[in-house]
């Protein structure tokens, strides 16, 4: 990955030097395999090459405030932040799902679990002091349907009103590790 990571990295920088690069997205189950991938980072001197550390957060039926399963998601953003401290992080997917079409049955939360668990990630998000980014999976994809959309066949369901309410209330926020603005995203 980092040959791939470096090239690409110069590659957009020379076409547009203001352009925010990323890494690769990550989720997994496995703290070990998820800290591993990060520390990769810092070991092999590639921090130069992104300007943001970046995962993703699908746990599945969990809450994301629950220790139990040490996957709680101020414990995965502690995680990525102790392993790239000197860059700012964005979550660049997470969700829960409210039914089994293109996703696992295992999974399914309601609806109004849902809306509960994204106010917990956005609250939690926005409090951190190292969360520069949060984007919703996803909204309206062109399939017309998904477990995990904001919108089923283009119609707003009771989690998009919540985004929408949640985001008229907390348009952006001020991190200690960038003076810019965050916000949530979808």
């Not at 998000?125 to 190292?130: E, F, H, I, K, Y």
Request: with cysteine; proline share 6%.
């Amino acid at each position: 990955y980092a040959p791939v990571l470096k090239a690409t990295y110069q590659a957009i920088k020379a076409v547009n030097p203001k352009a925010l690069v990323g890494f690769s997205g990550l989720w997994w189950l496995d703290e070990h395999h998820f800290r591993s991938f990060y520390k990769y980072f810092a070991d092999n001197q590639l921090t130069e090459y992104f300007d943001f550390a970046n995962f993703h957060y699908y746990p599945c039926s969990g809450s994301p405030l629950d220790n139990s399963s040490g996957l709680s998601f101020r414990q995965v953003l502690s995680w990525v932040h102790e392993s790239v401290p000197s860059k700012p992080v964005w979550m660049t997917e997470f969700g829960w799902t409210v039914s089994n079409h293109s996703q696992s049955g295992k999974c399914i939360v309601s609806p109004a679990k849902q809306a509960e668990y994204m106010a917990d990630v956005f609250d939690a998000a926005r409090t951190s002091g190292v969360m520069n980014r949060v984007f919703w999976y996803t909204i309206n994809p062109p399939w017309g349907n998904d477990g995990m959309s904001l919108t089923k066949y283009e119609v707003p369901t009771s989690t998009y009103h919540a985004y929408q309410k949640y985001t008229s209330q907390y348009p952006a926020w001020k991190t200690d590790d960038d003076d810019t603005s965050a916000c949530t995203s979808m």
